[in-house]
């Protein structure tokens, strides 16, 4: 079982994605780095519910890239077809949601840098590769349920008390695509 810890950690992903532009902003653009500042990381087991741009797209932007990269992963090893079919839906809907939220942010006209996963998440990450065929179903499958967790969280939070309206609006529209996300690891987990 994955130590308290990362569990607690994967309580930090959320939505959003990456920005391939190599342009420079227009002048009239903010810049937001999707590193989370510092005084955004709660404590162990406390979820980070940013409620300001720079925040919300942060941690957004580091949990859609996670999902991504963790289910290729998945992908490229797993021999469970209801796993499998859950790992696509993760990529086409997380692609979806960097796609929202990249739009309501340039609706703001805030310029998004491209994600970057944090130390945590880089080490799940790498845990999810290193695990062999049979033990990376349960191990990508935990860190789903976190991750999920930990983004409706995220995504609610930022709906309800957001300071960018059109982020505010992604954020309420994301909310039922991670409940889905939430029955359909609920049903997985009665499968196994």
């Not at 990381?41 to 890239?65: E, L, N, Q």
């Amino acid at each position: 079982m994955k130590n308290a810890s990362v569990l607690s950690l994967a309580v930090f992903l959320a939505a959003c994605g990456s920005n391939n532009d190599s342009a420079p902003p227009p002048a009239e653009t903010a810049t937001v780095d999707q590193a989370a500042p510092a005084e955004m990381t709660a404590p162990a087991g406390t979820p980070a519910t940013p409620v300001d741009a720079a925040g919300y797209i942060a941690k957004a932007g580091a949990g859609d890239m996670w999902e991504i990269e963790t289910s290729k992963a998945l992908l490229a090893k797993s021999t469970n077809a209801d796993v499998k079919a859950f790992a696509q839906m993760m990529i086409d809907n997380h692609a979806k949601s960097t796609a929202k939220v990249k739009a309501a942010a340039a609706e703001a006209k805030i310029d998004v840098a491209p994600p970057k996963l944090d130390a945590d998440q880089q080490k799940m990450l790498d845990d999810i590769k290193a695990a062999d065929a049979a033990s990376i179903d349960a191990l990508y499958l935990a860190n789903q349920t976190a991750a999920h967790d930990a983004a409706l969280a995220l995504h609610k939070a930022y709906a309800a008390s957001g300071d960018t309206p059109s982020l505010k609006k992604a954020a309420s529209e994301i909310v039922p695509v991670v409940e889905t996300h939430r029955a359909e690891l609920g049903k997985l987990a009665a499968k196994r």
